[in-house]
C-alpha cells in the first residue's frame, strides 16, 4: 500500500464548478500535511498548508480528518488557471515528506 | 531573492556515461532534497541533507548514484554509468528549519531533465 494514495483523475470541469480532491495516507504517526501544486513540466509549488480545524485561502479549502487519515482540497468557483496537478503530501519525521502521485484538474473554458 | 538553482535544465547522453547534476539551495536553508520523478513512480525522495551532512540516503536507487554537498551553497548529484531508466525529471529542494522562515516549507528548482539514450 502506498504511503500517501490520490485519485489520479483526470479531473475535467467547466469554469466556475466546484471540485474537491481527496487523499488517504497510511501512516498514522504523520505529523503534517500539505497541498503542493504542480504545472505541466514545472516545480512543484506549495499551495498550502492543512491544519487539523481546517483552513481556507481564498477559493481554496483544505480539510484534514486525523481519525479516519484523510485530507481533502475543495476549489470553489475554478479558473482556467487552476489547471495543474495537485499532489497532497505528508511529513512523517522531520525533514522528509512523503508526496502522493497526484491529481490533474483541467478547467475548462 | 533567488530561488533554488539547478544545472542543466536539460541533459542528454549515452548509456554508459557519467552524469553530473548541481544545485544551488536557496541562501540561508540547512536542508537539502534530491527527488527524482517519473511518470511511472511520481515524485520519489532520493537523498536528504541536514547543514550538509547526509541523513537519509535510503532512497538512492543503487551504487550508481552518489550526492555530496561540500558547503552550504552547493550539491552534485552523480549517476555512474548512466543507463536508460535513470531518465526522469530530478529536482533539487530546499528548506530552512528557523522559526519564521516558513519552517520546513520545500523550496524546489526548476528541475534537470534527463535522458538516457
Known amino acids: 500500500r502506498k504511503e500517501v494514495e490520490q485519485d489520479p483523475g483526470p479531473f475535467n470541469v467547466p469554469e466556475g464548478a466546484t471540485v474537491a480532491f481527496n487523499c488517504t495516507y497510511s501512516?498514522?504517526?504523520?505529523?503534517?500535511f500539505f497541498w503542493y501544486r504542480q504545472d505541466c513540466r514545472k516545480e512543484p509549488k506549495l499551495l498550502m498548508s492543512?491544519?487539523?480545524s481546517g483552513n481556507e485561502d481564498g477559493r481554496f479549502t483544505a480539510q484534514l480528518n486525523r481519525a479516519s487519515q484523510y485530507i481533502s482540497l475543495l476549489i470553489r468557483d475554478s479558473k482556467l488557471s487552476d489547471s495543474a496537478t495537485y499532489l497532497c503530501?505528508?511529513?512523517?519525521?522531520?525533514?522528509?515528506?512523503?508526496f502522493g502521485s497526484g491529481t490533474q484538474l483541467t478547467v475548462l473554458p | 531573492d533567488a530561488g533554488v538553482i539547478q544545472s542543466p535544465r536539460h541533459e542528454v547522453t549515452e548509456m554508459g556515461q557519467e552524469v553530473t547534476l548541481r544545485c544551488k539551495p536557496i541562501?540561508?536553508?540547512?536542508?537539502l532534497f534530491w527527488y527524482r520523478q517519473t511518470m511511472m513512480r511520481g515524485l520519489e525522495l532520493l537523498i536528504y541533507?541536514?547543514?550538509?551532512?547526509?541523513?537519509?540516503d535510503s532512497g538512492m536507487p543503487e551504487d550508481r548514484f552518489s550526492a555530496k554537498m561540500p558547503n552550504a551553497s552547493f550539491s552534485t548529484l552523480k549517476i555512474q554509468p548512466s543507463e536508460p531508466r535513470d531518465s526522469a525529471v530530478y529536482f533539487c529542494?530546499?528548506?530552512?528549519?528557523?522559526?519564521?522562515?516558513?519552517?520546513?516549507?520545500?523550496?524546489f528548482g526548476p528541475g534537470t531533465r534527463l535522458t538516457v539514450l
Open positions: 503530501v505528508v511529513r512523517s519525521s522531520a525533514r522528509q515528506l512523503t
Open positions: 541533507f541536514n547543514n550538509n551532512v547526509p541523513i537519509d
Open positions: 541562501s540561508g536553508h540547512n536542508s
Open positions: 501512516n498514522s504517526a504523520s505529523q503534517s
Open positions: 492543512v491544519y487539523s
Open positions: 529542494a530546499s528548506s530552512s528549519s528557523k522559526i519564521g522562515q516558513g519552517r520546513d516549507t520545500q523550496y
